[in-house]
């Protein structure tokens, strides 16, 4: 799933809390696909519609401080609410608002399930 684009209240100074900015965000999910892949049934795999709405929720509610929270608090919820076996998080803040630092900033980071 690319280029997801929020408008949400992340960040360290008051300025972004209050006023929000926009995020674009990126996840690839790890799963083995052999079965959907033969069966051609939706239940057999994830349902990229039901995966969206998690990562709605989270770039809507509470603000973090840093887009490293922000991606990890959303690799939680994936891996957690489904039967993947790895994700991958982008988060990017496409226009900063200090004139001294880059146009953009972003984060990736790769979690596993935990083995059981």
């Known amino acids: 799933m690319k280029g997801m684009t929020f408008y949400a209240f992340h960040g360290v100074s008051p300025e972004e809390r209050a006023l929000g900015q926009r995020f674009v965000v990126d996840v690839d999910i790890e ?5 959907p892949g033969r069966s051609d049934n939706l239940q057999d795999t994830v349902d990229y519609s039901k995966v969206y709405p998690v990562i709605q ?3 809507s509610g509470p603000s973090r401080n840093l887009l490293e929270a922000v991606a990890e608090a ?3 919820e994936i891996l957690g609410e489904f039967p993947v076996e790895a994700v991958r ?3 990017e ?3 900063l608002s200090f004139a001294e630092l880059p146009a953009s900033a972003s984060v990736e980071i790769y979690r596993e399930r935990a083995a059981s």
């Open 31 to 35: 799963r083995d696909l052999s079965v």
């Open 57 to 59: 929720q989270v770039m």
């Open 74 to 76: 959303i690799a939680r």
């Open 89 to 91: 998080v982008r988060v």
């Open 93 to 95: 803040k496409p226009r």
